[in-house]
């Protein structure tokens, strides 16, 4: 007699109670926090070796048709007075900390709670991190996430590294990205050669480069160029810039090249024929005749009064007729 088998039908046998929503919910939070640190880290290693071909305000430019410009340029080769600009103008401390001023952070928080002109208290690091992997606006929550790249930048990069990518990424204009662009732009010639002026102004467009000028600049621009120009003694003095050399040789000063301006095309240039018309004899001979008009001296002039005709001549009598 077969044996009936004392297991429950497959039909019949309750399911397992499944994880409750809270708890699902609270794992897929988790991989996704993993995946973000995951990925985080491996997009801020690979930037080390491999220059960012594209930022988020770049993009937006590109869509809004702006266009996005920027000439790449290693530190190493850039104008060590451009690098002492940066530094002078937007984090003096770049050397000494690692990777936040909160001194300047509470400075910032005081300035900002006492009304007036709100100033932020970021470091080139902080920015670095923003402008590279980030995009403007966002509060506390892309704070949160800046500080985490800016952690990363710091100990994956290095200082050299997160400067040359500043300097490069920075937006300096409207569609202009970087200060070897925009020194070609403004100056007529590369960042390998600037003069402590033209450096300064650049710096001085960074905060707003929608806004402010590095060609003739006015006002509070101007005012700001010429601190930075001044600071910029100070910078080399105290060595504020070691750690961005540090390890390779700095770059010597060079003098500007001279810079001839050049024409500029006039409005329609463009739409001219580059083939010269040929001389206006050649073209009058190709004319059939019938269309040749007589020059103005030979044509017949108007009169008002009624033509008279010319008095009939007198036939001269015979001559042996006297």
């Not at 994880?19 to 491996?42: E, H, N, T, Y």
């Not at 080390?48 to 790449?72: C, S």
């Not at 040359?164 to 990424?169: D, H």
């Amino acid at each position: 007699m077969a044996r009936r088998s004392s297991a429950i039908p497959r039909y019949k046998r309750s399911r397992r109670n499944p994880r409750s929503w809270p708890r699902r919910i609270f794992g897929w939070i988790v991989k996704l926090v993993v995946a973000f640190f995951l990925i985080s880290i491996l997009w801020v290693l690979a930037y080390r070796f491999v220059n960012p071909p594209i930022t988020v305000t770049m993009l937006g430019d590109v869509i809004a048709g702006r266009g996005a410009v920027r000439d790449w340029m290693p530190v190493g080769q850039m104008d060590r007075d451009m690098v002492r600009a940066a530094i002078s103008a937007e984090d003096s401390k770049f050397c000494s900390h690692n990777g936040f001023d909160f001194e300047a952070i509470e400075d910032a928080m005081k300035r900002n709670a006492s009304g007036g002109r709100i100033r932020g208290g970021s470091t080139i690091s902080q920015q670095t991190a923003k402008t590279t992997f980030l995009w403007n606006g966002g509060g506390y929550a892309r704070k949160g996430v800046e500080a985490w790249f800016t952690f990363l930048t710091e100990h994956l990069w290095g200082k050299r590294r997160i400067m040359e990518v500043y300097l490069n990424n920075a937006e300096t204009g409207i569609g202009t990205y970087g200060v070897n662009a925009a020194s070609e732009r403004y100056y007529g010639h590369d960042a390998s050669a600037m003069s402590p002026s033209e450096a300064a102004r650049i710096a001085a467009v960074l905060p707003l480069p929608k806004k402010r000028g590095a060609v003739a600049p006015k006002g509070f621009t101007r005012r700001y160029g010429n601190t930075i120009a001044a600071r910029i003694g100070v910078v080399a003095r105290d060595g504020l810039d070691a750690c961005v050399y540090k390890g390779i040789a700095a770059p010597v000063n060079k003098a500007p090249p001279p810079v001839s301006k050049k024409p500029r095309p006039l409005p329609g240039e463009e739409y001219e024929n580059p083939k010269p018309l040929p001389p206006i004899e050649n073209v009058v001979s190709e004319l059939p005749p019938a269309s040749i008009e007589p020059p103005p001296a030979e044509r017949p002039q108007p009169s008002n009064t009624a033509e008279t005709p010319p008095p009939a001549q007198q036939p001269e009598p015979p001559a042996n007729q006297l």
